[in-house]
């Protein structure tokens, strides 16, 4: 049987920041997000943006460069790594020509693809809701703009207003939906915790928890290298040594994820909030390892969760020399160094979790 190569879709990244601090990192961050969306990126544009405009987030010349060399590149999709209102987006479309999304958008059509469970699909389409109903008001604005004479405007304004009713109403609908699956799920936690202890598997997205999670538990979890690879909670019950407990694996953090977004993250706050303990996870042979464990760790404080609980875990160390790894920085945490795709000290981490914690038998 012949493989069938799907083509990839070529994209122009385009990153307008209006500071320069750590713009390798979120440029990085971006092209990591656009090849997980299966994009082939073409190039990558940083530039500082000195005053945001209005109509176009930068400046009309800069967006005439990069309309005619979006145009060379051949390019199927310009994504921008900055906050785009509605009418700049649009704007920006139309002065390009090319098909345009934010980052948003581009991070909404991973969750879109990578939601397996109900709950996963419907704090998908929830984000997509509230993702999109501010920019009503925008197309509204539009539209009595172009409106010359009362009868059309009048026929816009309705068609919007009935849409904008039909999205509000979905999204309660959808919120009462997860409310009860939210009751649910912490029904069957309360009962699983009650018997078994749970170590819970944090970190940046692509840091390896999913790989991590077939080590210990022997699991068959899909695990791929690319960002967002798994997007439901999982977990396995483990038996190591006379010591029972539930391993969970979480969504992965990315930085400055959208808010429209944040919702779809519940399960994963809740898990990380009930463990008994925590393994954050770190790609260690990332350039930017210290800015991802800074992600995590301000989301862990948001959600009180103690330092006692804690357990810093240093992963994909064989890609790295002993120096490297001597000269990897400490934090006030127990800390594991591991290759948990080889298979490198994971013997010893399940040693540390195991006298971390006190085993209940069912």
């Not at 493989?3 to 979120?26: G, H």
């Not at 010349?61 to 649009?90: H, M, W, Y």
């Not at 904008?164 to 936690?189: P, S």
């Not at 790989?211 to 290298?225: G, R, V």
């Amino acid at each position: 049987m012949r493989n069938i190569e799907i083509k990839k879709e070529k994209a122009y990244l385009v990153c307008p920041y209006t500071n320069l601090e750590n713009a390798d990192y979120r440029s990085k961050e971006l092209e990591l997000l656009a090849e997980s969306a299966m994009f082939e990126v073409v190039k990558t544009n940083v530039f500082l943006v000195k005053e945001i405009n209005a109509r176009t987030y930068f400046g009309q010349g800069k967006v005439e460069e990069i309309a005619e060399e979006a145009k060379n590149l051949g390019v199927d999709v310009v994504i921008f790594d900055c906050p785009l209102t509605g009418s700049q987006l649009r704007n920006l479309k139309d002065a390009i020509d090319i098909k345009s999304i934010d980052r948003t958008m581009l991070i909404l059509d991973i969750f879109a693809g990578r939601a397996k469970s109900s709950e996963g699909k419907i704090q998908v389409e929830l984000a997509e809701l509230k993702y999109s109903l501010p920019r009503l008001a925008t197309i509204q604005e539009y539209n009595n703009n172009e409106g010359r004479g009362s009868v059309s405007k009048g026929l816009g304004e309705s068609r919007l207003e009935l849409y904008r009713r039909k999205v509000q109403d979905k999204i309660v609908k959808l919120e009462k939906e997860i409310k009860e699956i939210q009751k649910r799920r912490q029904t069957t936690r309360k009962q699983r915790l009650s018997r078994m202890k749970s170590v819970a598997l944090v970190g940046y997205t692509n840091a390896g928890k999913s790989t991590l999670m077939n080590a210990i538990a022997k699991a068959d979890t899909y695990a791929d290298d690319r960002l967002f690879a798994t997007l439901d909670v999982l977990t396995k019950r483990v038996w190591d040594e006379g010591c029972e407990y539930v391993v969970v694996d979480t969504v992965g953090f990315v930085s400055n994820l959208p808010h429209e977004l944040m919702y779809a993250f519940s399960a994963t706050l809740e898990e990380t909030m009930d463990a008994d303990m925590l393994l954050v996870v770190v790609d260690a042979s990332d350039p930017h390892k210290y800015e991802q464990i800074e992600v995590v760790l301000e989301e862990l404080k948001k959600q009180k969760v103690e330092s006692d609980r804690i357990v810093l875990v240093y992963n994909k160390i064989d890609k790295l020399t002993n120096e490297e790894i001597s000269s990897l920085a400490s934090y006030p945490f127990d800390t594991c160094y591991i290759g948990a795709k080889s298979g490198k000290n994971v013997i010893q981490l399940k040693q540390l979790i195991r006298e971390k914690l006190t085993t209940r038998y069912i």
